[in-house]
């Protein structure tokens, strides 16, 4: 592609102050810096394995709880990625990705559809890794799902172990958004629908 597909959003309201600077072909390159250690661990698992680009700068209300921060960093890293992929021309538009991690595995599988829906099937065995609530990840899926405007289906196969669990899930995203995201060298000009358009 001749224009970088890349995009810098800001949100701030009473409870956050969020800034996402996303490159999709990047490097895997990845910031995080949102105050919740292990977001920041799954943010830059997410970014190296999509190999996007990716800065999270995110000062939040921690002192009540990481639920704000946690949904508003899924908020605008979806708003980011609509804004890069643009028109969506040429890109394959579907991705899947099915992911180990030792005893875990974990399925991803995406439409960039224009039609936001999330299914998640992950039980968690625990409710906090250190201390963020395990509830979380689904909140965090579901609000970047519905501001990408992605259809996303997420499955645990198997797994026991929370870290291994929430690690191989943002793996599996990343995967799967890697693919969906690249260019179709069969159709680099082409909008990926037969109604010609990537929106509801």
Not at 35 to 52: E, K, P, S, V, Y
Not at 78 to 99: H, N, P, S, W
Request: hydrophobic letters at 45%; charged letters at 25%.
């Amino acid at each position: 592609m001749s224009t970088p597909r890349s995009a810098s959003i800001s949100r701030s309201t009473a409870e956050t102050a969020i800034t996402v600077r996303l490159a999709l072909d990047g490097t895997g390159q990845v910031r995080a810096e949102t105050g919740i250690g292990f977001l920041d661990h799954m943010l830059t698992a997410l970014g190296r394995h999509a190999l996007f680009d990716l800065e999270v700068e995110a000062k939040g209300d921690l002192h009540i709880d990481f639920h704000h921060t946690t949904e508003d960093v899924g908020i605008v890293l979806g708003q980011a990625l609509r804004a890069a992929l643009g028109d969506k021309r040429g890109i394959r538009r579907y991705g899947q990705a099915l992911l180990p991690m030792d005893e875990a595995l974990a399925e991803a599988a995406l439409d960039i559809s224009g039609r936001p829906f999330l299914a998640w099937s992950v039980p968690f065995a625990r409710d906090k890794i250190g201390e963020m609530d395990t509830e979380l990840f689904e909140e965090f899926f579901r609000a970047f799902a519905f501001n990408a405007g992605i259809t996303l289906h997420v499955t645990l196969k198997a797994g026991t172990n929370a870290h291994h669990v929430a690690e191989a899930c943002f793996k599996a995203l990343a995967r799967s958004l890697r693919m969906a995201v690249e260019i179709d060298p069969r159709s680099p000009d082409a909008i990926p629908s037969t109604k010609g358009v990537l929106e509801v």
